[in-house]
């Protein structure tokens, strides 16, 4: 068939279904037309079904990152072992590699990604690849080829293999002109780093997948994620990660933040668990396709009078990076999560006294180990 008469007949068919009002959110789209890269709706002879009873097939990209080793750790636990794909372009240390199925995977290479879901099956995927906000700032061609042109990538793969998509979003998809405190789910997003433009772009891409080509994408929209046995990748809210090692290790700590810098957070454990609590929501449940989640939100200064209650001794001195604090300044101080408690139950465990409590607890084991060696 023609082109021209092709789109047409699509055309015509999709303003039918918006007249009679049936276009509904999560009603699939992909019968009326090609999907993304051209791939017919119907040519599913390569599609892996994930059917409610089998265990989904994982895929996650950049998972060499901060949050991409415990995520992996835990889908695991859930869905077997050789289930859950990790892949990243960076090498992987030994305990990775021999802790479960590990490939390389570039999402700018979108043959090699269509081969590996291929082959492997693969039905959910967790795009964790990202140039984070820092990082992004310092090198914009990267963060952009990165967060954009992977993202294009993956929503492609996806859609054309019927995957269950997760992206995650960031505080740091608002900016100046949001509001800040809380930041509601739908307001004015007007980021002004790389990073928070990539990431609206790629919320509003999945969503627009969604209802084009009936793609089960979800999305969440992160705070600074506090992790114990992984290291940040570059990001403004990285201090509060640091500051655990440093007050265990030297009793002091130098903050890149100014005390007052007050930023929504969240302990890696219920990050990850949100995660998979989006992943298996019901669809009929998600009234939206991006969801704030939050669990905390503190500053510089409450962080560092929690840690004193346990190390006395701890000194904290501020050598404000400009770059950051511009960041910080522009982003959320609280984030306003309602809709993700109200529409899939979403319920914090960590508020900042455990969060505490539970990372100089790892990181004083930590330090003994070391010094019994
Ligand atoms: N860590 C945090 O506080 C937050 C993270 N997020 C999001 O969660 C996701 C994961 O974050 P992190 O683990 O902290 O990031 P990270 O920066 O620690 O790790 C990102 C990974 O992406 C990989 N990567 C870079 N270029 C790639 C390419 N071309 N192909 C494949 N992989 C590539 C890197 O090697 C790295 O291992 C990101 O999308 C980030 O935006 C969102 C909000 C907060
Ligand atoms: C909040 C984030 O997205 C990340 N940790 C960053 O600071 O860039």
Redesign the pocket.
Known sequence: MPVTRMLQQVAGQMLGRLACGCWTAGQPLRFLGTSPRQIPADANFHCASFSGTDQPRVLI????????VGLANFLRKRFGKDNVIL????KPPDHIFHSGPFIY????DYKNLREIVVNNRVTWLF??????SA?GEANVSLARA?NIT?LHNILDVAAEHNLRLF??????AFGPTSPRNPTPDLCVQRPRTI?GVS?VHAELMGEYYHYRYGLDFRCLR????ISADSQ????T?DYAVQIFHDALKNGKFECNLKPSTRLPMMYIDDCLRATLEVMEAPADSLSMRTYNVNAMSFTPEDLAQEVLKHVPEFQITYNVDSVRQAIADSWPMNFDDSNARKDWGWKHDFDLPELVTTMLNFHGSDTRVAQAN
């Open positions: 990209t950049g998972g060499l990152g901060q949050l991409g892949s990243d372009i960076r995977s570039d999402i700018l795009h964790y690849s990202a140039l984070l990082v990165v992977g992206v995650p979003s960031t505080i740091g990073y990431k992160y705070p600074g994620i940040p990748g570059g990001g809210t």
